[in-house]
């Protein structure tokens, strides 16, 4: 087996870095992800139905209109497979990530050892089919606020060690991300609040802790908006607030330069009424913990 960093070829890699993916990162990803398909044997449905010569040409087509993200990622899986077996595969990438596609669109094209495409083909479209259907969902919120002035922002209720790929997923789909991890930026929520003694001390704490760090304070009331206005907050969180209460922390807070996220409770039937509060963001978290996979489909030509 030889080394990982030379799974992918450079303009996979290249494409990878231009999205601020980490070539090597999906490389290990897809290798893990291959080593649970193959965990307890070889693709013994393949090695019967299918001789090891025979080689195929196939394609990666939606099946629905969506948003497209992972293109990237799915091609890094059949590389990572390839190199691993020794196989010979081309891979073409016919549409870019963030693409909004159309049925029967074709988004990736391989070619090479017919067992060694099969082998791979869940695993790639697993990756694909769930990135783009977390771009797909984002899309939607981001056309449901559009004109308002709001963000869709996401949050770190990703999938474990997909965080990297989800977020991307997210810009694809026209949103932005929150911090990537608990050490870029602080984020002070009722527990840090309870434990530090309030919000001005939590805020304050915070500040004397990590002076550099960029730092958001959730608030549950209009009270604890003033608090934390008063205790020098330049971002606050919203949580679970009426229209009308953000309404009226956009108006008191706004004259300070706060900017204000609203998050907790909702819906793309209320986003654009949130959106129309006045606040900066919407902090949704369904966007990558609740996507429906995006239906594309892996059939060979010949």
Not at 23 to 48: K, S, Y
Not at 127 to 144: E, F, I, N, R
Request: include cysteine; hydrophobic fraction near 45%; charge should be negative.
């Amino acid at each position: 087996m030889t080394t990982i960093s030379a799974a992918l070829p450079r303009v996979v890699a290249d494409s990878l870095c231009t999205y601020g993916l980490d070539p090597l990162e999906v490389a290990l990803l897809a290798r893990d992800a291959l080593a649970e398909d193959l965990a307890l044997g070889p693709d013994v449905t393949t090695a019967a139905t299918v001789t090891a010569e025979a080689t195929s040409i196939g394609d990666v087509a939606c099946r629905t209109s969506g948003v497209l993200a992972g293109v990237d990622v799915a091609a890094s899986v059949l590389h990572v497979l390839a190199q691993d077996t020794g196989a010979s595969v081309r891979v073409d990438v016919l549409r870019r990530d963030g693409g909004r596609l159309l049925p029967g669109e074709v988004v990736l094209t391989v070619a090479g050892p017919t067992r060694t495409l099969l082998t791979a083909e869940r695993t790639m479209l697993n990756l694909v089919c769930h990135l783009s259907g977390v771009a797909t969902l984002t899309a939607q919120w981001v056309d449901a606020v559009r004109g308002t002035g709001a963000a869709v922002r996401d949050t770190r209720k990703t999938t474990p060690r997909l965080r990297r790929l989800e977020k991307h997923a997210v810009r694809c789909g026209g949103g932005f991300n929150h911090r990537m991890a608990l050490g870029d930026a602080a984020l002070i929520k009722d527990n840090h609040v309870a434990a530090a003694g309030g919000v001005a001390a939590a805020l304050h704490a915070v500040r004397r802790h990590a002076p550099d760090v960029p730092v958001e304070v959730e608030c549950d009331t209009l009270e604890q908006v003033r608090q934390a206005v008063g205790a020098g907050a330049t971002l606050v969180l919203l949580d679970n607030m009426t229209l009308e209460q953000m309404g009226s922390a956009v108006a008191y807070a706004r004259p300070f330069g706060v900017r204000l996220e609203a998050s907790g409770g909702l819906t793309l039937d209320s986003a654009a009424a949130v959106a129309a509060t006045g606040v900066d963001f919407l902090a949704v978290g369904a966007v990558t913990h609740s996507a429906t996979v995006l239906d594309l489909g892996f059939d060979l030509r010949c």
